[in-house]
């Protein structure tokens, strides 16, 4: 395990900062989705190598998370490691392709096919190449920014796991909910088993920071949130704290982003034991300050589809952004982190993801009277 003196010390360390809820005289700024599809040199290297391929090969992965910090340097203050939520379910056995969105052929269709996944899953041997991915990124950024590890939610997960891609009434996963909530609740454990220790590895690979994406959270009720993800959630993050601190190895934010879900924030901040909650666009940023009461940091929250009106859009949406988390100019900002609201879609040009960090570095800033 590689020890944090011996890589590169870090520079930057705004995110951090922010994540732990301390003042800080901007926000960090990074986006999600920030190495893909918008990016020349990602295309360049997507020609040439499939999309899991870039994942499992450590050397093309650490190449495609720092395009964006070589392009951004200086205005990025993140990297998160190039990979995928859907390792998780290839590690338990099943079979997930990429084309171009996620297709899994042989989805889990009633609890019966349950059996078809692995009864235990080593993450050490099965993602081995996600924490190599780490340790070689970690030293490739020397120190300019952190590094971000991630995993997907076990909701999120489960129904991408039945589903078999993407969809949009979730026949199939609320199918099991409401018809097998036993077996499903049983299942949605052993997918969080397998995120805890895809977790825990890549801190100790060198992540700085981890995030949990509930990119599927707003499809269930604020009762069913309740029922059927937040049990998964709070084990995830109690657990990978508990096993960190029992291993000796520094204890590293954890940030939820629970995609849909902002009617949950002021409870996920009284009791999930995340450090940061991630925001959609659904919600206003003095809204979210308002629900989590200083409790949590905040990330987010800007429309990516912003960044497809131009510079001035931009500035004036980025400027209302600001002003609205930072909300009285004479109080100290802290516990923000701005991002967009979910991933940089393909089709923005690079240039105006540049002008988006310039914008968030200028409003964002104590100097800048808003
Ligand atoms: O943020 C980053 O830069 C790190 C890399 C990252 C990817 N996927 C790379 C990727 C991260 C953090 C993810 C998370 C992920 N993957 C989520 C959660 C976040 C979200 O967007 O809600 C989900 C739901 C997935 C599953 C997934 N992977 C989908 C639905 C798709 C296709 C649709 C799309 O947005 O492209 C992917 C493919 C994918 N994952 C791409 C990238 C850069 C593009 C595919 C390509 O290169 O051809």
């Given at each position: 395990m590689p020890q944090n003196s011996e890589f590169p010390p870090l520079e930057n360390d705004l995110l951090l900062r922010a994540a732990r809820?301390?003042?800080?005289?901007?926000?960090?700024?990074?986006?999600?989705?920030?190495?893909?599809?918008?990016?020349?040199e990602f295309l360049e290297v997507r020609k040439k190598h499939e999309f899991f391929e870039v994942c499992r090969t450590p050397e093309l992965a650490t190449e495609v998370t720092l395009q964006p910090i070589r392009r951004y340097s200086g205005l990025v203050d993140a990297s998160i490691i190039f990979c995928d939520i859907l390792v998780v379910p290839q590690a338990m056995g099943m079979e997930v392709l990429m084309n171009p969105g996620p297709h899994f052929p042989d989805p889990l269709r009633s609890p019966a096919d349950i059996s078809k996944l692995k009864e235990t899953v080593d993450v050490n041997i099965e993602l081995k190449y996600v924490f190599e991915a780490v340790t070689m990124t970690r030293h490739a950024l020397k120190g300019e920014v952190p590094l971000i590890g991630f995993c997907g939610a076990p909701w999120t997960l489960f129904a991408y796991m039945i589903e078999g891609g993407g969809s949009k009434t979730f026949q199939n996963a609320k199918t099991w909910i409401f018809k097998y909530p036993e077996e499903s609740k049983k299942l949605l454990m052993r997918i969080a088993d397998v995120c805890v220790d895809l977790l825990v590895g890549q801190v100790k690979a060198g992540a700085q920071l981890l995030q949990v994406f509930d990119s599927w959270a707003g499809e269930l009720s604020p009762h069913d949130f309740e029922t059927f993800s937040l049990p998964s959630l709070v084990y995830i993050s109690s657990r990978v704290k508990e096993i960190l601190a029992s291993e000796n190895v520094p204890i590293v934010p954890m940030t939820l982003f629970p995609k849909g879900a902002s009617y949950a924030l002021a409870s996920l901040a009284s009791?999930?034991?995340y450090d940061v909650l991630g925001l959609d666009w659904i919600i206003e940023p003095s809204e979210a300050r308002r629900a989590v009461g200083g409790k949590v940091s905040l990330?987010?929250?800007?429309?990516?589809?912003?960044?497809?009106?131009?510079?001035?859009a931009i500035e004036r949406e980025v400027r209302h952004m600001c002003a609205s988390f930072r909300g009285d100019n004479n109080v100290p900002l802290r516990g923000w982190i701005a991002n967009l609201g979910h991933g940089i879609t393909p089709g923005v040009d690079p240039e105006d993801l540049r002008w988006f960090f310039e914008c968030v570095r200028k409003y964002s800033s104590k100097s800048t009277k808003l």
């Open positions: 809820g301390e003042e800080t005289e901007r926000a960090p700024v990074w986006v999600m989705r920030q190495a893909g599809r918008y990016l020349p009791t999930s034991g990330q987010g929250n800007l429309d990516p589809g912003v960044l497809y009106g131009g510079r001035d």
